[in-house]
Structures are given as C-alpha cells and as structure tokens.
C-alpha cells in the first residue's frame, strides 16, 4: 500500500527564516505529487503541483518543491518566512498511469507551522 | 463563490442519530471525492464519484455510511446510527477529469460534526 510521510509535526521559527519541510512518499509507480495549505479557519488550498516534466516546481506565495525520483522525496522550501504562512502543511500523493482508475489522494498527517514575529 | 460548498458547517448530534451532509462542487467538475480528518492527521479519503458513479470505496467507509451523486452534481454523505468515532471534519473535494487526466482537487471548507 502506498503511504506518505512528513518527518515533522510541529515546526516554530522566526520571520525571515528559511523552511523546510520534508515528505517521503513509498510508491513504486509514476506519481503526481501536491502540497496543500490549511491557514487558521481555512479550507485546504492547493500551494503547488508536480506531474512531470523540470523538479523543481514553483508554487504560490514564494514557495517551492523539489521532487526527487531517486529518494522518493517531494520537499517544500521558502527562504523567508512569514508570519502569515503559519498555517499546516499537507503533502499528498497521488498515482498516475494509463487507467486512473485511482482518483483519491493520499495525504500526510500534516505539519503545523508556526512563524513568530 | 463558484468554489467547493458544504453544508452545514457544523452538526452536533447525539449517538445513534442519523446525519447528512451536502456538498456542491464547481459546477464544471465532473470528480467529487469525500474525505474524513481528525485532528492531528491529514485527511483519509472515504469515497469518490465521477459524475454519478460512485468509483472508489475506502475500507474506512463502513455499512453505515453512504454516498450519493444523484444527478451527477451535487453529493450527500449518510452516516446512520452515529457513533463517537465518527466526530471528525467531513470534507468535500471536486476535479476536473478529462480522459485519461486527472487535474488537482480542490477542497470544501469542510462539516465538523461532533457526536455526543
């Protein structure tokens, strides 16, 4: 079965600091890779995308992801900080191939972020 | 708003009882999924349709509950006989499938239901 890991829960730092989160996939196909967003009081709102094609995938509000084949990784970077990007962080994975029989995500359980001023 | 609505957004009900949820997808999608999150974890996907076929049922979906995309538009979610495991934040997502492609989801702001 497939899954999806996010290293941490709960992650604190200080405006103007760079992020990183991490997540881990196990699939052994082709993927489409996301991370979504949930701010305080807020839907889940897609920040970025993978399906093919440059790694290196930039998404809104200065973030970006890098997808690694090799380490089954699909980590989210910013290099500053805000303190409105406190909010939780999903991955989510979702296998790609020739039926797409298989629509649903599978998410990670989530990293909350918390940026203090 | 020509976003994802649910309706209610909140249901507080006492175990045993009976509860449906609505959920409207962007009108153009033809993909609606249903997922459940509790706190502290992502959201487990429960079931999805494209458009009134019910494609995908997860394991967690259990003879208690049941889905519906009547008409291929808008779903509702059944839960009978509501249990205290079933409190969690119910929510809704659409997409747009074309062929053999799938495009991203997007979400619902979610019916929290609690079960006293």
């Known amino acids: 079965a497939q899954s999806v890991s996010q290293h941490n829960h709960h992650v604190i730092l200080s405006e103007a600091a760079s992020l990183e989160l991490g997540c881990n996939y196990s699939y052994g196909g082709t993927v489409n890779l996301f991370w979504y967003v949930q701010y305080p009081g807020q839907h889940l709102q897609l920040l970025l995308k993978y399906f093919s094609g440059d790694p290196l995938v930039k998404g809104i509000k200065g973030f970006e992801a890098e997808f690694i084949k090799s380490k089954f990784s699909f980590n989210l970077r910013k290099p500053s900080v805000q303190w409105s990007d406190t909010a939780e962080y999903f991955c989510?994975?979702?296998?790609?191939?020739?039926?797409?029989?298989?629509?649903?995500?599978?998410f990670g359980a989530g990293t909350q972020v918390v940026v203090t001023p | 708003d020509t976003g994802v609505s649910q309706n209610p957004r909140h249901k507080i009900t006492k175990r045993g009882q009976n509860v449906t949820f609505r959920c409207d997808p962007i009108s153009e999608h033809n993909r609606l999924y249903w997922y459940r999150q509790t706190l502290g974890q992502g959201p487990e996907f429960l079931t999805y349709f494209q458009n009134e076929a019910q494609l995908e049922k997860s394991r967690l979906l259990s003879d208690r509950f049941s889905a519906e995309r009547p008409k291929g538009s808008f779903s509702t979610l059944e839960i009978q006989r509501t249990e205290q495991g079933d409190s969690a934040m119910y929510l809704c997502a659409s997409s747009l499938s074309q062929g053999l492609v799938s495009h991203e989801q997007f979400f619902g702001p979610g019916t929290r239901l609690t079960v006293l």
């Open positions: 989510a994975v979702r296998p790609s191939g020739t039926t797409d029989s298989w629509g649903k995500f599978q």
